[in-house]
C-alpha cells in the first residue's frame, strides 16, 4: 500500500512539472524564431546574457530554496500557521532582496560585460538588453518565489498554469512587436521588455492564488510582521545561503565557461544556442523528476516516513536515466531538420550536431546529480552540495579552457568540462546520500 501510494505521490507531483516544461520548451523555440527574425545577433546576445539573467536568479535562490526546505516538512506535519508566515517571510524577503540586487546589476553592468568576452558586434546589444532584465530583476524573483511556495506545498498544477501563461503571453507580445512595429525601428528593449511585464502578470496570478488560499489571512500589524521577519529570516538564511551558493557558484563557473565560447567567436556563440533549442529537452525528464523529488522528499521528512525518503530518490534517479536516453535517441533523430529550421550555414549545423553528441552523456549524468543534489537540499544537507559544486566549478573551468580554447576543440573541448564535473557531483553527491548523514541534520 505505502510503495503504491509513493508512485502515486510522484506521478502527481511529476507530470504537471514535465508538461510546463514540454510547453515552455515549444515556447521558447517560437520566442527564439521571433527573435532570429528580428535580428540572428540578437539570438547569440540574449544566449550570452542567459546565464548572467540565470546567475541573478540563483541569487534569488537564497531566500527560495531555503524557504522552500523548511515549507515542505511543515505542509507534510500539518503546521498552516507556521506555513503561512514562512511563506509571507519568504515573499517580503525577496521584495527586499530584489531592489538591492537590481540596483548593484546596473551598477556592475560594465563589468559583466568585459567577463562575458562579449565580441564588439554584439556588445551594444547584450548591454541594452542586460540592463532591462537585471534592473526589473525583482519580478523574476517573486515569480520564482512564489513558484518555489506552492511546489513546497504540493500545487504543481497552479504551477504549470502559471507558468504556461507567463511563456505564451511573453511569445505573444514578441510576436505583436515583430509583426506591427516596423524593423527600422525595433530594438531588444521591447523584447526585454515583454518577457518583464509576462513575469508580473504571472506574479499577480500567484498572489490572486495566495489571497484565496488564506495566505493574507492573519491580522499582521507592522510590529508582528517585523517579529516574523527576524524569526523567520534567519533561519531561511541558514538554509539558503549555501543552497543558494550553490546555484551561484555553479553559474558563476558557466559564465566564466560562456566567455570561452566568446572567445570561439560569434559562430560559436550562435551554434551553441541553436543546439540549446533541443538539448534542453534532453534534460526534461530530469528536471520534472528531480523538481517532484524535492518537495516529497520534505513532505516524507515532516510526516517521518524516512523509508520513503530514501526509495522515492532511488526510483527517481532510475526512472532519469531511463527517459533521457529515449528522448535524447529521439531528439538526435530529428535533429537535423529542426536545426535547419533556424540556419542553413553547414559548419554552423555541424558544430550544433557534435553538440548535441555530447550533451546525451552530460544528461544521463545529470539523471543522476540533479536527484541527488535535490535530496539532498530538501533533508537540510546543505553543505555537502555546496562543496562539491565548488571542485566540479573548478573541474569545468580548467577542462574547458585546456580543451575548447588551447587545444582547438571548440565546443566539443568545452563540453568535456561540462561533462567532467557532472560525473564528479553525479558520484559524489549520490554516494553522500548513501551513506545517510542527513538523518542527524535537525530540521525544525
Known amino acids: 500500500m505505502r510503495e503504491k501510494m509513493r508512485q502515486s505521490d510522484l ?43 540565470q546567475l541573478v536568479v ?17 505542509i507534510g506535519a500539518k503546521k498552516k500557521e507556521d506555513g503561512i508566515q514562512m511563506a509571507l517571510t519568504i515573499l517580503i524577503d525577496t521584495m527586499l532582496m530584489g531592489f538591492v540586487l ?7 553592468l560594465p563589468l559583466i560585460l568585459r567577463m562575458l568576452h562579449i565580441p564588439a558586434e ?3 546589444m547584450t548591454k541594452e538588453y542586460l540592463a532591462i532584465v537585471l534592473g ?5 524573483g517573486m515569480l520564482s518565489s512564489l513558484t518555489a511556495v506552492y511546489r513546497s506545498m504540493g ?29 527600422h525601428r525595433q530594438s531588444i528593449s521591447f523584447y526585454a521588455l515583454n518577457g518583464i511585464l509576462a513575469q508580473g502578470l504571472g506574479v499577480l496570478v500567484l498572489l490572486a492564488a495566495m489571497k484565496k488560499d488564506g495566505f493574507f489571512s492573519l491580522k499582521l500589524n507592522f ?4 517579529e516574523i521577519l527576524r524569526r523567520q529570516s534567519g533561519r531561511i538564511l541558514h538554509f539558503g545561503i549555501l543552497g543558494g551558493l550553490e546555484g551561484i557558484v555553479y553559474l558563476i563557473g558557466q559564465t566564466v565557461v560562456m566567455g570561452f565560447v566568446g572567445m570561439l567567436g560569434t559562430q560559436a556563440m550562435t551554434a551553441r544556442a541553436y543546439a540549446a533549442n533541443l538539448t534542453a529537452y534532453m534534460a526534461v525528464f530530469t528536471s520534472a523528476l528531480s523538481t517532484a523529488c524535492a518537495p516529497l522528499v520534505g513532505m516524507y521528512l515532516g510526516e517521518g ?17 531511463a527517459l533521457t536516453a529515449v528522448v535524447s535517441a529521439v531528439l538526435m533523430a530529428v535533429s537535423g531538420p529542426v536545426l535547419r529550421i533556424y540556419t542553413k550555414d553547414a559548419v554552423m549545423l555541424e558544430e550544433a550536431y557534435k553538440v548535441l553528441i555530447v550533451n546525451i552523456i552530460l544528461e544521463l549524468l545529470r539523471a543522476i546529480a540533479g536527484p541527488a543534489v535535490a535530496a539532498l537540499k530538501a533533508v537540510g544537507d546543505v553543505v555537502y552540495p555546496f562543496k562539491m559544486v565548488i571542485v566540479g566549478m573548478a573541474l569545468n573551468i580548467g577542462l574547458s579552457y585546456i580543451c575548447g580554447v588551447v587545444l582547438g576543440w571548440g565546443l566539443t573541448g568545452i563540453w568535456t568540462g561540462y561533462i567532467t564535473d557532472m560525473l564528479f557531483r553525479s558520484v559524489m553527491c549520490w554516494m553522500r546520500f548513501k551513506k545517510g548523514k542527513w538523518h542527524n541534520i535537525r530540521m525544525f
Open 305 to 321: 516516513r524516512i523509508r520513503d525518503v530514501e526509495r522515492i530518490c532511488r526510483k527517481v534517479i532510475r526512472l532519469g536515466i
Open 11 to 53: 506521478f502527481r507531483m511529476s507530470w504537471p512539472v514535465l508538461a510546463e516544461l514540454i510547453f515552455i520548451g515549444i515556447i521558447g523555440n517560437f520566442n527564439q524564431l521571433i527573435i532570429n527574425a528580428f535580428s540572428p545577433d540578437a539570438v547569440a546576445a540574449t544566449g550570452s546574457a542567459s546565464l548572467v539573467f
Open 155 to 183: 500545487r504543481m498544477k497552479l504551477v504549470m498554469v502559471n507558468d504556461a501563461l507567463v511563456n505564451l503571453s511573453c511569445v505573444i507580445l514578441n510576436g505583436c512587436v515583430l509583426s506591427f512595429i516596423p524593423v
Open 136 to 140: 526589473l530583476s525583482v519580478f523574476q
Open 102 to 108: 537590481g540596483l548593484g546589476c546596473l551598477l556592475a
Open 58 to 74: 540563483n541569487v534569488y535562490g537564497i531566500i527560495s530554496i531555503g524557504g522552500s526546505i523548511l515549507l515542505a516538512p511543515v
Open 122 to 124: 554584439l556588445t551594444s
Open 223 to 226: 510590529k508582528k510582521v517585523r
